[in-house]
């Protein structure tokens, strides 16, 4: 067992989403996503963990980007505005995966919660 890092119990089971560091369920929301200190703080994922955190999300758009984009500018003899079609779509593609980063970054998802095992 670990104990918690805000109240000293032995059952800090928990790791907050945010903070990452080890709580017991009394001191986590009721919704067990974040410690009380951080949803008091209404503290937020920087850039550079949001990308850590959902980088399968983030390696899967780039594949989906690659297979649908990508190849069309190395096929010969296309027309010049397949080149404006394929920022087009770029850009398409990206807007949704950055409004999904944004909100998961104020309200993350329940299955990201990480439990401790022994």
């Not at 805000?6 to 986590?28: L, N, P, V, W």
């Not at 200190?37 to 899967?60: A, D, E, T």
């Not at 909100?103 to 990480?114: C, E, R, V, Y």
Request: hydrophobic share 40%.
């Amino acid at each position: 067992m670990y104990k918690c890092d805000f109240c000293g119990s032995a059952f800090g089971d928990r790791i907050c989403y945010f903070c990452e560091k080890s709580c017991c369920t009394s001191c986590m929301t009721d919704d067990k996503t974040r410690c009380k200190q951080c949803y008091i703080h209404k503290r937020r994922l920087g850039w550079k963990q949001l990308v850590k955190k959902n980088k399968v999300v983030l390696i899967f758009v780039g594949l989906l980007w690659l297979y649908a984009v990508f190849p069309g500018p190395l096929y010969p003899g296309l027309d010049p505005t397949f080149y404006t079609i394929s920022i087009v779509a770029a850009v398409l593609i990206m807007i949704p995966i950055g409004f999904a980063l944004f909100f998961w970054s104020l309200n993350p998802p329940s299955s990201d919660l990480k439990k401790r095992r022994d």
